[in-house]
């Protein structure tokens, strides 16, 4: 089994993310287990791109319950079009928060998050079981970078 990921400093997020991006095609790649994609994802964005807070929430009913993660602990159920989740659930758009104190109805899990990204997931039959939520204790951490490579990764699982 390959060890943590370790990212040379690139100055260019691509370059961390092409990176990351070959690790995970190998490790997602070879198992079929949705959780467990999940949880190593994780590992590979938190620890590969030095992200806060990193998890996966998936659809139960009318909620998104709180999946693998890692990072401090977080809330556990958000109903649908609530925060910054469920407005990415119900709208099924990637959504980038520049400022998480300028979202309207955001839902703080750590007063240390104050950007946010958050990406829908799709299964084959293009319907949205869950979210990648990825937060940063930086404001407007977040680009169409990773956007686009998030968007990418989160086809692996
Ligand atoms: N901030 C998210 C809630 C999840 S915590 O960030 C992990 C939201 O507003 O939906």
Same mark, same amino acid.
């Given at each position: ?6 990212? *040379? /400093?690139? =100055?260019?997020?691509? =370059?961390? $993310? ?28 938190? $620890?590969?791109?030095?992200?806060? @807070? !990193? ?16 990072? *401090? ?13 469920? &407005?990415? @659930? ?7 928060? &520049?400022? !998480?104190? &300028? ?16 990406? *829908?997931?799709? /299964? ?6 869950? !979210?990648?939520?990825? =937060?940063? /204790? &930086?404001?407007?951490?977040? /680009?169409?970078? =990773?956007?686009? @490579?998030?968007?990418?990764? !989160?086809?692996?699982?």
């Amino acid at each position: 089994m390959s060890e943590t990921l370790i990212i *040379p /400093d690139f =100055d260019n997020k691509d =370059d961390n $993310y092409k990176l990351i991006y070959q690790q995970a095609e190998t490790m997602l790649g070879s198992e079929t287990n949705r959780i467990a994609n999940m949880a190593n994802l994780c590992a590979i964005l938190k $620890y590969g791109m030095h992200f806060f @807070w !990193v998890g996966f929430y998936l659809v139960e009913h009318k909620e998104l319950v709180l999946s693998v993660f890692q990072g *401090p602990v977080a809330c556990t159920r958000i109903a649908f079009g609530k925060g910054v989740c469920g &407005k990415a @659930w119900s709208t099924k758009q990637t959504l980038i928060v &520049k400022d !998480v104190e &300028k979202f309207e109805g955001h839902i703080a899990c750590s007063s240390l998050s104050k950007s946010e990204i958050v990406v *829908p997931l799709f /299964d084959h039959n293009n319907n949205c079981y869950g !979210v990648l939520d990825v =937060d940063s /204790d &930086k404001l407007n951490f977040f /680009d169409q970078t =990773d956007q686009r @490579w998030l968007e990418k990764l !989160v086809r692996l699982i």
